[in-house]
């Protein structure tokens, strides 16, 4: 098993008055054998943190390591082994598999290429183990993704994902593009190979009910910085940042109308990204911040990542100690997703 962790990462895009920092010094763990949950709003920078830590995009600072040591920026033998060591579960299963390879080659590549290489001769029955292993007939290998559900494409990703033998694996709003129905058998699929495997997860989502479902830990990230971690049930039942408050009083709960919901969490639109507010990004938003309490200009003035290892869950406020505004209580995570217990 492998500890994956993001040591003041930065991904910064373009240049100029147009440039947009997307990742902003983030500081996050993966332990080992355990699922990290990161939940935001769309834009928040989720996915290109993701694809970061997976070697996908180029950090402009900062760095990635895996088990303690730092993973090495160039091509070569290194870095290959770590897109090996470190896999990822893209969003649209469609647009990820390749449509001219069947099941069977799409996996059958992804175990040659892993740990020790799959011989020819072997690979049918590693095509076989990966796709019993994710809850599908072998009978699907000779098919092409056009030819299989959106929920059996996405098992199909994550079982190529697996034959590279990974040890930490990256899931990107895997159930987003999928039925509800499904949605709730592909969370008891990742929960089920967490288990089976000890594997490392990180699990990146808007929905914050479904990481919660399957996370030990929770971080939540806005503007492209992490501005609450903690472990998951901790957060939940006692979020500090008022944008986590927002985020829980925002999901759907029984008896409550949309209206209702929607009224709970009016937090105005999120400023342009490529020109984040000074001191903390989130101040024009807040109901606790100098919009509502006009005495608080430190929410513009100063940086809240400044002491923030001494307050309550690493929380990026300069008020996280006081806990202003408790979200509404929670059931339990199995009664809030309402997810299905068959497979």
Same mark, same amino acid.
Request: hydrophobic content about 40%; overall charge neutral.
């Given at each position: 098993?492998?500890? *994956? ?14 440039? *947009? ?14 699922? &990290? ?8 920078? #989720? ?8 070697? =996908? ?15 090495? #920026? ?9 897109? @090996?060591?470190?896999?990822? $579960? ?11 390879? !069947?099941?069977?080659?799409? $996996?059958?590549?992804?175990?040659a ?15 076989? @183990? ?24 996405? +098992? &199909?990703a ?9 040890? &930490? ?6 159930? !987003?593009? =999928?039925?509800? !129905? ?10 089920? =190979? +967490?288990?089976? *495997? ?5 699990? &990146? !989502? ?11 830990? *929770?971080?939540?990230?806005?503007l492209?910085? $992490?501005?609450e971690i903690?472990?998951?049930?901790? %957060? ?12 829980l ?15 709970d969490?009016? =937090? ?5 990204p ?6 903390c ?6 109901? %606790? ?8 200009? $430190? ?27 408790r ?5 339990? @995570?199995?009664e809030?997703?309402h ?5």
């Amino acid at each position: 098993m492998t500890t *994956l962790a993001a040591s003041a990462l930065t991904v910064h895009f373009g240049h100029g008055d147009r440039g *947009l920092t997307a990742v902003d010094r983030v500081d996050l763990e993966v332990p080992e054998g355990a699922t &990290v949950g990161l939940v935001g709003e769309s834009g928040s920078g #989720k996915s290109t943190l993701a694809r970061a830590l997976c070697g =996908l995009v180029p950090a402009a600072g900062g760095e990635v390591l895996l088990d303690g040591a730092p993973v090495p #920026k160039r091509h070569g033998g290194r870095a290959v082994d770590r897109r @090996r060591r470190v896999q990822m $579960i893209f969003q649209d299963p469609f647009a990820s598999l390749n449509p001219r390879m !069947s099941v069977g080659e799409a $996996i059958g590549e992804a175990a040659a290429a892993g740990r020790g290489g799959a011989r020819r001769g072997a690979r049918r029955e590693q095509v076989r @183990r990966y796709l019993e292993l994710v809850h599908l007939d072998p009978e699907l290998a000779g098919r092409y993704p056009s030819r299989l559900s959106g929920g059996q494409r996405q +098992r &199909v990703a994550i079982a190529r994902a697996l034959a590279a033998r990974p040890e &930490v694996l990256i899931a990107d709003e895997i159930t !987003s593009s =999928l039925d509800v !129905s499904v949605q709730s058998a592909v969370l008891n699929l990742m929960r089920e =190979l +967490r288990g089976e *495997l000890g594997i490392s997860m990180m699990f &990146v !989502s808007h929905n914050l009910a479904t990481v919660r479902y399957v996370s030990d830990h *929770l971080a939540v990230m806005y503007l492209g910085r $992490i501005v609450e971690i903690g472990p998951t049930e901790t %957060v939940v039942s006692d979020p500090r940042h008022p944008y986590t408050q927002a985020l829980l009083r925002a999901v759907p709960r029984l008896g409550a109308s949309p209206a209702e919901t929607a009224a709970d969490v009016e =937090l105005g639109d999120p400023p342009d990204p490529h020109r984040p507010p000074p001191g903390c990004h989130f101040h024009p938003r807040c109901p %606790v911040g100098p919009q509502a309490v006009p005495e608080r200009t $430190i929410c513009v003035e100063q940086d809240p990542r400044d002491g923030a290892a001494d307050r309550p869950h690493r929380t990026f406020c300069h008020f996280a100690s006081s806990s202003p505004g408790r979200a509404p209580a929670v059931p339990p @995570r199995e009664e809030q997703f309402h997810v299905a217990r068959d497979r």
